[in-house]
């Protein structure tokens, strides 16, 4: 069994401000939906924990263009 991770953060405009109510999508490579959630008054969001592998990371929000970037979780840690 992979280990898994847990994904949070804050969406943020190019000027800085947080962004509510934006739906935050991570799909994996075949496009299926792995997890969803949308962030909070301030931005922020959360979502369980899902397993290594690549995934596509999606954050949208009405009346703005959709940001899609390709991610990779890996349990590899780095002590440095």
């Known amino acids: 069994?992979?280990?898994?991770?847990?994904f949070?953060?804050?969406?943020?405009?190019?000027?800085?401000a947080v962004i509510a109510d934006?739906?935050?999508l991570i799909k994996n490579?075949?496009?299926k939906i792995v997890e969803k959630t949308t962030?909070?008054?301030?931005g922020e969001f959360s979502l369980d924990c899902f397993e290594d592998?690549?995934?596509?990371l999606t954050i949208s929000k009405e009346g703005m263009s959709p940001?899609?970037?390709?991610i990779t979780l890996?349990?590899?840690?780095n002590n440095e």
């Open 1 to 6: 069994f992979g280990q898994n991770k847990c």
């Open 8 to 16: 949070k953060g804050t969406v943020k405009d190019a000027n800085g």
């Open 22 to 24: 934006a739906v935050i």
């Open 29 to 31: 490579v075949k496009g």
């Open 39 to 42: 962030s909070n008054s301030e």
């Open 53 to 56: 592998g690549e995934y596509f």
């Open 67 to 70: 940001i899609e970037k390709k």
């Open 74 to 77: 890996s349990r590899e840690l």
